[in-house]
């Protein structure tokens, strides 16, 4: 089915450092959403933006609405342990079309 | 309960048996959802019922899948004479529109195993 690119696929990275994955499309989206899905559960709605160059922050959490309406990002600063988890995106033109995913996991 | 539910969380089926996959979801909510998710893969879309008007069917695999949604609230994901390429995490989401504003919430999903 079609699907978003998300990269990067998978991070290793520190804790405390920060951490930026992002999606782009060919198609124009009305509405971005991120969702952290951890083992065994579904998927958490963490941001939901609605406008071209909206910026949401949600804690240590940011996400843009890219301007070409095309791709959106996701930024987490100084990352912990419990951020370890698959991090989805998905674009919203008339369903719902989601991203490959990123996989994180954060080395105490 | 305020979240998406789903029922049964496991089940475990014999290759060419039916089962029935059931979503509740958030009460007023007129979008449902149905995904697949493989071990350690994205989410593929399967189907997707918007109030009143005809579902989008177009992510079903094969004829051997089908989905209703009753009065408009809880759906029913069913899988005729399953095989094991079935096994999968079932995972159920609906949304609700405020204004133009759509948010939508998972279920926790199904875990189906066809031995």
């Known amino acids: 089915g079609q699907q978003l690119n998300q990269s990067p696929q998978s991070m290793f990275i520190q804790e405390g450092e920060d951490v930026s994955m992002n999606c782009t499309s060919s198609?124009?989206?009305?509405?971005w959403l991120w969702y952290k899905q951890d083992p065994g559960e579904g998927p958490v709605l963490l941001i939901a933006l609605y406008k071209a160059g909206e910026l949401t922050s949600n804690g240590r959490l940011t996400a843009q609405f890219g301007i070409t309406r095309k791709d959106s990002f996701l930024n987490i600063s100084a990352s912990i342990p419990s951020d370890v988890g698959i991090y989805f995106c998905?674009?919203?033109?008339?369903?719902?079309?989601f991203g490959t995913g990123t996989r994180l996991k954060v080395l105490a | 309960g305020a979240g998406v539910s789903q029922s049964p969380s496991n089940k475990v089926t014999e290759k060419g048996k039916d089962v029935e996959l059931r979503c509740d979801p958030i009460s007023g909510h007129t979008a449902l959802y149905w995904y697949r998710q493989s071990l350690g893969q994205g989410l593929e879309f399967l189907i997707y019922f918007q109030g009143n008007s005809a579902p989008d069917k177009s992510g079903l695999p094969s004829d051997r899948f089908s989905a209703e949604r009753t009065g408009g609230s809880v759906s029913t994901l069913t899988i005729q004479r399953t095989q094991q390429e079935d096994s999968a995490v079932y995972l159920c989401a609906s949304s609700s529109r405020a204004g133009t504003l759509y948010e939508q919430y998972f279920g926790p999903g199904t875990r189906l195993t066809v031995t």
């Open positions: 198609s124009i989206f009305n509405t």
């Open positions: 998905a674009g919203q033109a008339v369903r719902y079309i």
